[in-house]
């Protein structure tokens, strides 16, 4: 079991993913989400069987769980598509996901068509509560803020105390922030990641009106 608090402008809550085995009782996994007093997400493979997720059958811990479950404050989000698929190719429902039942009308989830090497296939899970932030990317010219800063140095006459100041109004002015667009960028994303994306759209854009083999080779370099 793994559990973290995630902390945002909109709301504060839990991501807890679990893996029980096959066989394994889960009275201490009822136990521990009894517990839990703020909004929550749970994530995992419960390797459970109960009609209440989709299962043709029950298992005596899958029946616990599901009584369980009916008198939590926890629902269930899955629908009754399958999430594993046995080497024989039996698909089964053993990845659950439940939310705080306040998170319900709020949240969704749905199963990823890809395995990625896996008998299970990802199970993406979305809230509307969190609002959509403009994203913005930094470009900061660095030359300019040498030379003045270079020059604010040489200024001999200048009180020592305001320096740091002067640096700080430098290195503003010469910071512009443009917004993102309207895309799922990844959190790393910076600006030198937007510049190559620009920059292979360019390449691309080139080698097609040109037919010339050095512009896909530089979009193929940006791509790996």
């Not at 009275?27 to 929550?40: N, P, Q, V």
């Not at 043709?56 to 811990?61: A, E, G, L, M, Q």
């Amino acid at each position: 079991m793994l559990a973290i608090k995630v902390n945002t402008e909109e709301l504060s809550f839990y991501i807890i993913n679990i893996y029980a085995p096959t066989g394994f009782d889960n009275d201490i996994i009822r136990t521990f989400l009894d517990a839990l007093t703020e909004l929550s997400f749970i994530f995992g493979d419960f390797n459970l069987h109960h009609p209440l997720w989709g299962s043709n059958d029950s298992s005596r811990f899958g029946n616990k769980f599901a009584n369980w479950l009916m008198d939590s404050n926890f629902v269930i989000l899955n629908t009754s598509t399958p999430t594993h698929t046995s080497p024989a190719g039996k698909q089964s429902l053993f990845d659950l996901t439940l939310c705080s039942k306040s998170l319900l009308y709020h949240s969704d989830c749905f199963v990823v068509d890809s395995s990625f090497e896996s008998d299970h296939s990802p199970v993406v899970t979305t809230c509307t509560l969190f609002q959509h932030n403009q994203r913005y990317r930094t470009e900061i010219k660095w030359q300019s803020i040498m030379i003045l800063a270079e020059k604010s140095f040489e200024d001999k006459g200048q009180d020592l105390e305001s320096i740091p100041h002067q640096v700080s109004s430098i290195i503003s002015q010469n910071t512009r922030k443009f917004p993102l667009p309207d895309k799922q960028y990844p959190p790393w994303w910076n600006n030198i990641c937007h510049k190559l994306h620009n920059l292979k759209i360019i390449y691309r854009k080139k080698a097609l009106s040109t037919f010339s083999s050095k512009f896909w080779i530089l979009h193929k370099k940006i791509c790996k």
